[in-house]
């Protein structure tokens, strides 16, 4: 289970005073005492700084304004805002607060800034660094506040539990654990599964990529499956069927093409695309989302000895192509592509795969923004679109048709790396070549956004669970 939120956001008035007071500057009425109204006026007018805590003689007041800034779009103003008092709160050292805010706040915003903010990767520390007392902070009761603070609430929990699976060492998140965890997860959330454990059971079904790649990882490469069909939709009501595959590569030394030391420690959190999409999944079932949904965990450990692929093999993809590895750094096309094709031919209409394909996606891109690329133009709109209401930019790059001989291999139908420039683009070229044409398919490469271990917005060092939230709104839209 994930580990329990230290803090709590609830909608009833305190009973006790509480020991701070949040008021967010030009959305709320509420009375306050003289003096630090008298600076609300002022900052309200943009004089002064954007954040003050001030101590009266009826309490401790922080002042905060939310940030009006054009990129700050789907509620990430208010997130952002929900870190900020949280920090503040934790800087305080005090357990309870108050924030003072209007029915027009975008409040499951500000809730899953709250939570998102107030997440740390401690579970592994001793001592006073683990210390983490549980906080309550309060919401005034206006309507719809209830409903408001669930769902912003199950947002967060659902994208903490991601952050955490790619916070996890690798160590302590090998291929196995991982399923073990996905499994437990679900439990009670009428999602059927079906595991596939072990190179020779994976070859068997029909999936060599995960084999390859998997093949000399310290624990077994895993394909686990998970069914969601919703009760009361009659199969065949609805058309949709949509599908999620993620990348789940719980260690990426590059295998026998070894990464460089610098950062590779990063790589524990390459599978950040399988994360998103477990933490979708459960947040999808728990909500009954009306969405017929499929979703595939692809779990490997890349890493090199004398039982690993090699840079020169070549073997044949489920769709009968053969694949030369030239790199074996480039595995999460290989360990995708079996999966993309198994998932349209279990009929999937609309395919979304989340990976951190490329370094090249970063560079394109930048830290903020993720990689969008695929088949059936409307469809892309719709998952970007899905993306932008929750705060996530996943942005178009061409799936162009002229670098597909990038790929081209004297030996086999395709090289699995296209050279040096445009990477990102060569990488979904590859991917398109197990999707077939008639399926409506996005790719989401996420290598940027969510491995920000310098901390980001109202995420703490270290993992963001990024494309989750994207993930749930698109389902929503499809339903
Ligand atoms: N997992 C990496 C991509 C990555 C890099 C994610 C940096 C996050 C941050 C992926 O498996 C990889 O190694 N890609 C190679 C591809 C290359 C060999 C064609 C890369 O980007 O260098
Ligand atoms: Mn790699
Ligand atoms: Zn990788």
Redesign the pocket.
């Known amino acids: 289970m994930p580990q329990p939120a230290s803090i709590q956001v609830v909608a009833h008035a305190p009973k006790k005073p509480v020991e701070l007071i949040a008021m967010v500057i030009g959305h709320s009425s509420a009375r306050l005492p003289r003096v630090v109204e008298a600076a609300a006026a002022r900052m309200a007018k943009g004089e002064g700084p954007a954040r003050e805590m001030l101590l009266t003689p009826e309490g401790r007041y922080l002042l905060i304004k939310p940030e009006e800034k054009p990129w700050l779009i789907g509620g990430e103003a208010w997130r952002i805002l929900g870190g900020r008092i949280a920090e503040a709160v934790r800087t305080a050292k005090v357990t309870t607060a108050e924030i003072l805010v209007g029915g027009k706040a975008e409040i499951p915003a500000l809730v899953e800034g709250l939570i998102l903010g107030d997440y740390r990767f401690d579970q592994l520390r001793s001592g006073k660094e683990a210390e983490r007392k549980p906080l309550t902070i309060h919401l005034p009761g206006h309507s719809g506040i209830i409903e408001a603070i669930a769902a912003g609430t199950a947002t967060a929990r659902a994208q903490n539990l991601a952050r955490e699976l790619c916070d996890l060492p690798p160590n302590l998140l090998n291929p196995e654990i991982f399923a073990k965890r996905a499994l437990a997860e679900l439990r009670g959330l009428s999602v059927q599964t079906k595991t596939i454990a072990g190179c020779a059971a994976l070859r068997r079904a029909g999936f060599p990529g995960l084999a390859q790649v998997g093949q000399a990882g310290s624990a077994a490469p895993h394909l686990i499956e998970l069914h969601w069909r919703p009760r009361g939709v009659a199969p065949g009501a609805r058309s949709v069927r949509l599908a999620l595959v993620g990348k789940g590569?719980t260690f990426?030394s590059?295998g026998i093409?070894l990464?460089p030391g610098d950062k590779m420690w990063?790589?524990k959190a390459?599978m950040s695309g399988a994360a998103a999409v477990l933490a979708a999944m459960t947040q999808i079932a728990r909500d009954k989302v009306p969405v017929a949904v499929d979703a595939y965990l692809c779990l490997a450990e890349n890493m090199p000895d004398s039982l690993a692929q090699r840079p020169g093999d070549i073997y044949k993809a489920r769709n009968g192509k053969s694949i030369h590895v030239d790199?074996t750094?480039?595995?999460?096309r290989l360990v995708l592509a079996d999966v993309l094709t198994y998932a349209c031919e279990r009929g999937a209409t609309h395919v979304v795969d989340v990976a951190?394909?490329?370094?090249?996606c970063?560079v394109a891109l930048g830290e903020g923004i993720g990689g969008l690329m695929g088949r059936g133009e409307g469809f892309l709109e719709l998952v970007r679109s899905a993306g932008l209401d929750v705060g996530e930019e996943h942005w178009p790059l061409p799936l162009y048709g002229e670098y597909r001989e990038l790929l081209d291999h004297p030996h086999a139908d395709i090289n699995n790396?296209g050279g040096r420039w445009g990477?990102a683009i060569t990488a979904g070229l590859f991917l398109a070549e197990f999707v077939p044409d008639t399926v409506k398919w996005a790719h989401l490469d996420i290598?940027g956004p969510a491995?920000r271990t310098g901390g980001w917005r109202y995420y703490a060092k270290g993992m963001t669970g990024f494309s989750t939230r994207t993930l749930v709104n698109l389902a929503r839209k499809l339903a």
Not at 329 to 332: K, P, Q, Y
Not at 356 to 360: D, E, K, N, P, V
Request: aromatic share 0%; proline share 0%.
């Open positions: 590569i990426d590059g093409s990464k990063e790589m390459d790199n750094d480039a595995e999460g951190t394909l490329t370094g090249a970063v790396i990477g290598a491995i």
